[in-house]
C-alpha cells in the first residue's frame, strides 16, 4: 500500500500541486477543515483516471465530501478546468485562448477576470478570481520549479513486491489477518466463529467506532481469488462477495452494452441504485458481500438482489458451496442464513427473459451519499395473450419498512395471472396495504410517508413497465401523457453559475477580491487546528461524564470501574471544582459539572482523564450513575403548557394600537394561525476542542481553543479555577468553522478540561467526537410563531399580534437576545402601521440552545413571510404582490422606533425581478406544471433586511494591536477570531492600505487574550466592521508618530520609514480601539436604535419536486445583496454563497429528530440525528443548477469601514425562497386533487413533508389533505 497525504499531494515549500492552488485561487477554502478532503477526492480521481475526467464524473467524486462554508460553488470551479484536456495548466502560460483572450485559471473558460489591475476604472464584471498577479498554477515559490517535474509516482518496488499472509495485533489483543487463499479464511472462520469478515470495513469500521462493538479477530478478505470471481455465462453471472461496487458497477456497465436489452433489465436496475449509493470513496472501498451479509433493513441492494431473482451462493468450512434464493436469506433483523462457519461465496445473477422488467427505487432525505428512507426492487415477467399482457411472474420487495427487505407476497401471488393494467395497479395498491404493515411508533418515525412511498414507488413501477412494454413511445391507453412525468428520470446537470460585482479600490488593498490569506496552508493541509497543535509531554486526554436522563436527581455515582480502567489518571466531580461551579454567559444558570440534579441528556456531570482519547472514553464509560427519574418538558408546546419558561424572559414590543385595529372596521380580513421553526445543528466541521497547561506549578493556566470567544474561555478557566483573569491565558489561530456554535457553548468544555490540567497540573486535551459535540453543545433554536393578522382585501396589512417563542433548552445561554432579534426581525421588510410583539424563552430539558447564524432574525423573518404567502392565498394574489403593497421605505419607522435610512431594498428588488424575469418565469412554471401530473416546478422571490449591531450595546467594542517592525511588515493582532469568514484577510487589507503596503507585508498570527483584552466573541456579522475600524485607528495613530519623520524626506520604502522612525525612538505599536456609535436600546420604552444600519437583500429560487417522492433540486438561485463598497468582494461572494447554502440546508434538509413527544420511538431527550449517518447538510449536488450572486452596485454605506456593510448573517434567510418555491410547487399539485386551501409547510421541508403536502390518492390512503408531519420543536 503506498499513502499519499494531501502534504505529500504539494505544499508550501515544495510547491503546490495545481489542484491545490486552483482551489485556493477560486477561494474555495474557508476554514479549510474540509478542503484536505476535497484536494484528496479529486487528486485519487485525475491520478486514477485514464484521460481527463468530465464534469460529471468531477462532481459526481466530491458528493462523498462535505463542506460547511463555501456552498460548493467555488470548489467545483477550481476543479472544473481539470475536466478539459488542457495539459498547459500543468506548465507556464496557459493564459491564453484563440482568440488571445484570457482564460479564466478556474473556469477553463473564457473570461472578463484577468484583466489588468489599474485598468479603466477598476471595476471588473468578473467570474471570481483576482489575478492581478498571476503566475502558473504549478509554479513554486520556493525554488521556481513547475510542478510536473514532482509529481508522486507509485514506488515500484511496491509493484513488484508479493502479497504475504499477514496477522497483526491491535488494542486489546485484536487480531487483524490477511489470508490469501479460501481455504485460510475457512480455517481462521472456524479457529474464530465470531471473526468479522472485512472488505471496505464501511460497515465494521462504523460498529467498532460509533457503536462500540469489540471483536477479537478480523480477516480480511479482499485478496481472496474465489471471492473476486466476475464470470458470465449463458443463463447469468456470478459475482464473488469481495468484488466492490465501482467495480460491479463498471462490469454491469460493460454486460448491460454487449448484450441484447432486454437480458440486463436487473443489470441496469443495479447500476441506477448503485449511483445513489453513498459516495465515490465508499462505493471504491466497500464490497457486495459487505452489503448482503451486513443485512440491513435499508440495504439498497438487497431488495433487488431478491426481486431479480439472484442466488447467494455459500461456502462452509469444508469448501461445499450451497446455493440460497436471495429471497430466503433474511431472517430476521440482521440475522441471515449463514452458520457461523460459512461464508458467502458469491451471487448469482440471472439475465432476464423477454418482457421481464426490474426497476430500482429508492428514497432519501438527501439524494447523493445517504441511506434510504425506503428502497424497492420491483420485477415482473409479462406474457402476451392476444392484444393483453399477463403477469406470468413478479416480486415487489420494499427495503426500510420491517426488520429485513419485505418480500410482497400476497401482491405477488395477486398479480400472477392478470392483465397488466389500470385497473391491476389500482387493485394491487390495497393488496400491498396488507403486506405492509408499519406500526404507528415504528423505529425510523416516518410512518404515513413510509407507507405512501411504497404506493408511490409501486405506481411508478406500473407506469414504467406501460412505458417499456409499448415500445416507448406512447402512453399506455387511458394514461394521459402529463402522467410520464412520475417515470421521468432524474438528471443532475453541472452547477453552473455567475458572481457579479463592482471593484472599489480604496488604496493597495481594501476593495480587492483577495484571496483568504491562509488558503495555501489550507489547501495543502498544512493550517494547523487545535487539535493539531502539538500535545506537550506528559499530556493527558479528557472525556466527559454526561448525563443519560433528561430531567432526574442524581443519587450515587460509581467511578470505580473508571478508576480501574486501561490508562485512567484521574476523574473530577462538582466537588472537586477549587473555584466556582456555576456558569453562564449572560447569566449563571448553569452549573460546570451537574451536583445533584440533571436536566437534560449529555449534560456533563465530570470529566475523566487518561494517557489517550480512547482510554479516557473507556472510563468515561464506566461511570455507573444512578438516578431518580423526574417529569422531564420535552418540547415547547409542553413548556407554554406548563407555564415553564426562563425567569425574566418576557418581552414585549409595540407600535400602534393592534386591538383597535382589529376592532374597528378597517381590516377586511384577519387571519390567526401558527408557525413552527425548527432548529438546525452547526455542523461545524471541526468539532470542540481545548488544549489546556499550567505554567508555574498551576500559578498561570494558558489554553489553545477553538472558539468564536477565546475572552469566554479565559473567564471561564479562571471563574471555576478560582484564578485571576490576568493569569489565564487563551489562544485561537482559525477554527475549522464556528457558525455561532463556539461563541458560548464551548467554554464549558474548556473549563472542564482546565479542572483537571489544573488539579493534575498536568496538559490536557479534551476534542469532542461529532457525536457527542451534536448532543451536547446546543443547536440554533426552534421557534413557535401563533399571529394574527388583520388585512386589507388588496393586502395591505394593518395589524399584527405575534406571540413568539424559543427553545431555550435547560439553560438561558444567549436565547434571551436570540429572541429579542427574532422579535426585532418580526416585521422582515414590511411597514405594519399596528404591530403588538410578546416573546418568552421556554425552558425545556434538552441541551441548552444557542447563537447560529441569523441570531434568531432568520427564524422572525421566517414566521413573517409564512404568513405573507398565506394572506396571498387567501386573496388569490401572488405573494410578491403582498410582498411589495407592504414595502417600508425610506423614513419608514420600525416597530421599535428606529427610522429607515440609506434604503435600497426597493432596487435590490427591482433590478432581482428583472434579471430573473420573474413575468416569464412564473408563465414557464405555469406551462410546465399543466404538462406535469407528478413533477411541480415553484418559484419564489423573497426579501431580507438584517440589523448590524449587537443588541446587547456593551459587545459593540473592539480592540487591535497593530506592531510596524523594521523591516516594514506588520504584525496585526485584534480581538476577533477567523474561523473560515476571511476577517483576517479583510483586516490585514486595511492595515495594507492605511500603510499604503501590499497585502503580503501584513500579517495576522492569531487571536489571544494577553493581547487584545476583553474582545466581544467573533459574531454578529459585524467584526470586520468593528475589528477592521479598530485595527485602522491602531495604524493612524501609528502614522501620526510616523509623519514627522516620512516629512523629512522622501523614503523610498514603508520598510526604510519604519527603521528611521525606530531610529528616532518612535513606538511602532499601537493599540486601537472603536465603539459603534449611536446605537443603545430600552427594553423598558420598548424604543431606540438597536442597529448601527441594515443589510438588504434579495433571493430569487425556482425548484422542482416529484410530488410522489417528495424529491426535490434547485433549478436556479438568484441572489443579490447590499453590500455598500465591498472590502472584499471575492470573500463577500463566498460568504453569500456558503450562508445560502446553510439557509437552504435549513429550510429544506437538515432535521433534528429528538426523543420527544413527536418522536416516541427515540429515548427521552436523546438526539438521534447526532452525526453525518443521519443529519443531511447539504451536499455538492444539492446547490442550484445555477446559481448567480450579485452584489448591488453604487449603493456606499456611510456607517461603516470604507463605505462597506456586513456580510455574514444577511444571507441565511435568503435560502427560504427555496422553501417558499417547493410550497408554490406544492399548491400547483394539491391544486389537481381541488385542494385550494391554504397548508402549513415546516421547515424543514424534507421529501416527507413535500411528499406528505401533495396529497393525493396514494397518501390519502392513510392520511387527510392537513396531515402534517411530526418535528421536535
Ligand atoms: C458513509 C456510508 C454510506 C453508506 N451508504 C449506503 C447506502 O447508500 N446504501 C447501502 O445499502 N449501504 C450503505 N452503507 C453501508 C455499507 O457501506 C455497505 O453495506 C457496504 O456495502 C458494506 O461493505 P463493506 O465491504 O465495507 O463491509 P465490511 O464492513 O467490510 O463488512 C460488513 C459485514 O459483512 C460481513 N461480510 C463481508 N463479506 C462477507 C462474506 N463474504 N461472507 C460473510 N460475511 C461477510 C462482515 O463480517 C461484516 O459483518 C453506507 C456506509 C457508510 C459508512
Ligand atoms: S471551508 Fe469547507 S468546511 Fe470550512
Not at 474464530?192 to 471496505?200: E, R
Request: neutral net charge; hydrophobic residues 40%.
Amino acid at each position: 500500500m503506498h499513502v499519499i497525504t494531501v502534504e505529500g499531494v504539494g505544499n508550501c515549500r515544495r510547491g503546490l500541486h495545481p489542484i491545490q492552488e486552483s482551489l485556493a485561487r477560486s477561494h474555495g477554502s474557508q476554514c479549510g477543515f474540509c478542503t484536505p478532503g476535497f484536494i484528496m477526492s479529486i487528486y485519487a480521481l485525475l491520478r486514477s483516471s485514464q484521460e481527463p475526467p468530465t464534469l460529471e464524473q468531477i462532481e459526481e467524486s466530491l458528493a462523498g465530501n462535505l463542506c460547511r462554508c463555501t456552498g460548493y460553488r467555488p470548489i467545483v470551479d477550481a476543479f472544473r478546468v481539470f475536466a478539459k484536456t488542457n495539459d498547459s495548466l500543468y506548465v507556464n502560460g496557459a493564459l491564453e485562448g484563440h482568440s488571445g483572450q484570457f482564460i479564466c485559471p478556474s473556469t477553463g473558460k473564457p473570461c472578463s477576470c484577468g484583466l489588468k489591475p489599474g485598468n479603466e476604472d477598476e471595476k471588473l464584471k468578473t467570474d471570481r478570481c483576482s489575478v492581478d498577479d498571476y503566475s502558473p498554477v504549478s509554479y513554486s515559490d520556493t525554488d521556481g520549479t513547475i510542478f510536473t517535474n514532482k509529481e508522486l509516482i507509485f514506488p515500484p518496488e511496491l509493484l513488484l513486491r508479493k502479497l504475504t499472509y499477514l496477522c497483526l495485533t491491535g488494542l486489546n489483543g485484536l487480531k487483524w489477518y490477511r489470508p490469501l487463499k479460501l481455504q485460510h479464511v475457512l480455517d481462521l472462520k472456524a479457529r474464530y466463529p465470531d471473526a468479522k469478515l472485512v472488505v471496505g470495513n464501511t460497515e465494521v469500521g462504523i460498529e467498532m467506532r460509533l457503536k462500540r462493538m469489540e471483536y477479537r479477530a478480523l480477516i480480511y478478505i479482499a485478496h481472496i481469488p474465489e471471492l473476486n470471481q466476475l464470470s458470465l455465462n449463458d443463463e447469468g453471472m456470478e459475482i464473488g462477495a469481495a468484488v466492490k461496487l465501482s467495480e460491479l458497477m463498471k462490469v454491469l456497465q460493460t454486460v448491460s452494452d454487449k448484450r441484447p436489452p432486454y437480458e440486463t433489465s436487473s443489470c441496469r436496475a443495479l447500476i441506477e441504485q448503485i449511483k445513489w449509493f453513498a459516495g465515490t470513496q465508499i462505493r471504491n472501498a466497500a464490497s457486495i458481500g459487505g452489503n448482503i451479509c451486513t443485512a440491513s433493513p435499508i440495504s439498497d441492494l438487497n431488495p433487488l438482489w431478491m426481486a431479480a431473482g439472484a442466488k447467494f451462493r455459500i461456502v462452509d468450512g469444508k469448501g461445499n458451496i450451497r446455493t440460497c434464493p436471495a429471497e430466503k436469506f433474511f431472517l430476521g433483523y440482521r440475522k441471515v442464513d449463514m452458520a457461523s462457519s460459512e461464508i458467502l461465496h458469491s451471487v448469482f445473477l440471472p439475465w432476464n427473459k423477454q418482457y421481464e422488467f426490474v426497476k430500482e427505487f429508492k428514497q432519501a432525505h438527501r439524494r447523493d451519499d445517504d441511506i434510504a428512507i425506503v428502497n424497492a426492487g420491483m420485477r415482473v415477467l409479462l406474457e402476451q395473450r392476444d392484444t393483453k399482457w399477463v403477469v406470468s411472474d413478479a416480486s415487489i420487495v420494499y427495503g426500510g419498512v420491517a426488520p429485513v427487505p419485505l418480500f410482497a407476497y400476497k401482491t405477488k401471488l395477486f398479480l400472477i395471472g392478470n392483465t397488466w393494467s389500470k385497473e391491476l395497479m389500482q387493485d394491487a395498491l390495497e393488496v400491498l396495504q396488507e403486506d405492509i404493515v408499519l406500526k404507528e411508533n415504528a423505529p425510523g418515525g416516518m410512518v404515513e410517508f413510509r407507507k405512501s412511498l411504497t404506493l408511490s414507488f409501486f405506481f411508478k413501477f406500473f407506469l414504467w413497465v406501460c412505458h417499456h412494454v409499448d415500445g416507448q413511445t406512447s402512453c399506455p391507453s387511458g394514461i394521459p401523457s402529463s402522467h410520464l412525468s412520475a417515470i421521468q428520470p432524474f438528471h443532475r446537470t453541472s452547477v453552473t453559475g455567475s458572481q457579479d460585482f463592482d471593484i472599489t479600490k480604496h488604496g493597495t488593498a481594501v476593495g480587492s477580491p483577495e484571496v483568504h490569506l491562509s488558503s495555501k496552508l489550507q489547501v495543502s493541509g498544512e493550517a494547523e487546528y487545535t487539535d493539531d497543535t502539538p500535545v506537550p509531554p506528559n499530556s493527558l486526554y479528557a472525556a466527559l461524564v454526561l448525563s443519560k436522563k433528561p430531567h432526574a436527581r442524581i443519587l450515587s455515582i460509581d467511578d470505580s470501574g473508571a478508576k480501574s480502567s486501561p490508562g485512567f489518571a484521574g476523574i473530577f466531580f462538582a466537588k472537586d471544582i477549587p473555584g466556582n461551579n456555576n456558569i453562564g454567559p449572560v447569566i449563571a444558570d448553569e452549573e460546570l459539572f451537574a451536583s445533584e440534579f440533571v436536566t437534560c441528556v449529555g449534560q456533563v456531570i465530570g470529566v475523566v482523564v487518561a494517557d489517550t482519547h480512547e482510554n479516557a472514553k473507556n472510563a468515561a464509560r464506566r461511570v455507573h450513575i444512578e438516578y431518580d427519574e423526574l417529569p422531564a418538558i420535552l418540547s415547547m408546546k409542553d413548556a407554554i403548557h406548563c407555564n415553564s419558561f426562563h425567569p425574566n424572559t418576557e418581552k414585549c414590543l409595540r407600535k400602534g394600537d393592534v386591538d383597535l385595529c382589529f376592532q374597528s372596521d378597517q381590516c377586511d380580513k384577519i387571519m390567526e394561525g401558527e408557525v413552527q421553526v425548527g432548529g438546525q445543528e452547526h455542523f461545524y466541521l471541526e468539532p470542540n476542542s481545548s488544549l489546556v497547561w499550567t505554567v508555574d506549578n498551576g500559578n498561570e493556566v494558558h489554553m489553545v481553543s477553538s472558539t468564536q470567544a477565546p475572552q469566554k474561555h479565559q473567564k471561564y478557566v479562571s471563574h471555576v479555577l478560582g484564578l485571576p483573569m490576568s493569569k489565564v491565558v487563551c489562544k485561537t489561530k482559525r477554527i475549522g468553522g464556528g457558525f455561532g456554535g463556539k461563541e458560548t457553548r464551548s467554554a464549558f468544555l474548556a473549563a472542564s478540561a482546565a479542572i483537571a490540567s489544573y488539579l493534575l497540573n498536568r496538559p490536557v486535551k479534551l476534542t469532542l467526537d461529532r457525536d457527542i459535540d451534536m448532543m451536547i453543545t446546543g443547536q440554533r433554536h426552534s421557534f413557535l410563531g401563533k399571529y394574527k393578522v388583520g388585512f386589507t382585501n388588496n393586502g395591505k396589512v394593518l395589524a399584527l399580534d405575534l406571540e413568539i417563542y424559543n427553545n431555550g433548552g435547560n439553560s438561558l445561554d444567549l436565547s434571551l437576545a436570540i429572541l429579542e432579534r427574532a422579535m426585532f426581525h418580526s416585521d422582515n421588510v414590511y411597514e405594519i402601521p399596528n404591530v403588538r410583539i410578546n416573546g418568552r424563552v421556554c425552558y425545556t430539558n434538552f441541551p441548552s440552545n444557542t447563537a447560529f447564524r441569523g441570531f434568531g432574525g432568520p427564524q422572525g423573518m421566517l414566521i413573517t413571510e409564512n404568513w405573507v404567502q398565506r394572506i396571498a392565498m387567501e386573496l388569490k394574489k401572488s405573494p410578491e404582490e403582498i410582498r411589495e403593497i407592504n414595502f417600508q421605505r425610506e423614513g419608514s419607522v420600525l416597530h421599535y422606533g428606529q427610522k429607515i435610512e440609506h434604503f435600497t431594498l426597493d432596487r435590490i428588488w427591482n433590478e432581482l425581478k428583472t434579471s430573473c424575469d420573474l413575468y416569464n418565469a412564473r408563465k414557464e412554471v405555469d406551462q410546465f406544471n399543466s404538462n406535469n401530473r407528478w413533477k411541480k416546478r415553484g418559484i419564489a422571490l423573497i426579501p431580507t433586511k438584517f440589523g448590524i449591531s449587537f443588541t446587547t450595546k456593551f459587545m459593540n467594542q473592539a480592540g487591535a494591536l497593530v506592531q510596524v517592525y523594521t523591516d516594514g511588515t506588520v504584525l496585526v493582532t485584534h480581538g476577533g477570531v477567523e474561523m473560515g469568514q476571511g476577517l483576517h484577510t479583510k483586516v490585514a487589507q486595511i492595515a495594507a492600505s492605511s500603510f499604503n503596503i501590499p497585502l503580503s507585508s501584513v500579517f495576522i498570527s492569531e487571536t489571544s487574550t494577553d493581547k487584545v483584552p476583553n474582545a466581544t466573541p467573533t459574531a454578529a456579522s459585524a467584526s470586520s466592521d468593528m475589528y477592521g475600524a479598530a485595527v485602522l485607528d491602531a495604524c493612524e495613530q501609528i502614522k501620526v508618530r510616523m509623519k514627522p519623520i516620512a516629512s523629512t524626506r522622501n523614503y523610498s520604502s514603508f520598510a526604510e520609514l519604519a527603521n528611521a522612525c525606530y531610529m528616532e525612538r518612535i513606538d511602532l505599536s499601537a493599540h486601537g480601539f472603536f465603539i459603534t456609535p449611536d446605537i443603545g436600546f430600552d427594553w423598558k420604552t420598548g424604543e431606540g436604535i438597536p442597529f448601527r444600519y441594515f443589510t438588504y437583500g434579495a433571493a430569487f429560487a425556482e425548484v422542482e419536486i416529484d410530488t410522489l417522492t417528495g424529491d426535490f433540486h434547485t433549478t436556479k438561485a438568484d441572489v443579490t445583496l447590499d453590500l455598500g463598497f465591498s472590502l472584499n468582494p471575492a470573500i463577500d461572494v463566498g460568504q453569500i454563497e456558503g450562508a445560502f447554502i446553510q439557509g437552504l440546508g435549513w429550510a429544506a434538509l437538515e432535521e433534528l429528530k429528538w426523543g420527544d413527544p413527536a418522536h416516541r420511538w427515540i429515548p427521552a431527550g436523546f438526539l438521534y440525528t447526532c452525526g453525518p449517518g443521519n443529519y443531511k447538510i447539504p451536499s455538492v449536488n444539492d446547490v442550484p443548477l445555477k446559481f448567480n450572486i450579485s452584489l448591488l452596485k453604487g449603493a456606499p454605506n456611510a456607517k461603516a469601514i470604507h463605505s462597506s456593510k456586513a456580510v455574514g448573517e444577511p444571507p441565511f434567510f435568503l435560502a427560504s425562497a427555496v422553501l417558499f418555491a417547493i410550497k408554490d410547487a406544492i399548491v400547483s399539485a394539491r391544486a389537481e386533487v381541488g385542494c385550494s386551501d391554504w397548508f402549513p409547510l415546516d421547515n424543514p421541508a424534507t421529501p416527507e413533508r413535500i411528499r406528505m403536502a401533495c396529497t393525493d390518492e396514494f397518501t390519502k390512503a392513510f392520511v387527510d389533505s392537513d396531515f402534517r408531519p411530526k418535528l421536535s420543536i
